[in-house]
């Protein structure tokens, strides 16, 4: 069994900053990719960014240059460090894997705010 937990998520003003950790334990092997989807109310779960074990990345569009995500492949951490958030950007974060034999992984997520 495969577990992912979230961290780092909270309420912020417009313009500042937030970092999410996710930390993978279990049975696991290769952990090929690791990233954040996000989810806002009503709507459908979305990509935010990943990276995959060799470093390469895919990032959202709508967060390139304000996020920026990092992985510590000894430790099985993803980092996901949010800077001028925006209202927009409220939504439950979700941490993702995928592992060999394409097996795919979701924390239970963690609600980022943005408001005033």
């Known amino acids: 069994q495969v577990q992912l937990v979230e961290s780092g998520g909270g309420l912020v003003q417009p313009g500042e900053s937030l970092g999410l950790s996710c930390v993978a334990s279990?049975?696991?092997?290769?952990?090929?990719?690791m990233g954040w989807y996000r989810q806002a109310p009503g709507k459908e779960r979305e990509l935010v960014a990943t990276?995959?074990?060799?470093?390469?990345?895919v990032i959202d569009d709508s967060v390139k240059g304000r996020f920026t995500i990092s992985r510590d492949n000894a430790k099985r951490t993803v980092h996901l460090q949010m800077n001028s958030l925006r209202p927009e950007d409220t939504a439950v974060y979700f941490c993702?894997?995928?592992?060999?034999?394409?097996?795919?992984?979701w924390g239970k997520g963690t609600l980022v705010t943005v408001s005033l």
């Open positions: 279990g049975n696991i092997d290769t952990i090929y990719n």
């Open positions: 990276i995959d074990i060799s470093g390469n990345l």
């Open positions: 993702y894997s995928l592992m060999a034999l394409g097996r795919q992984y």
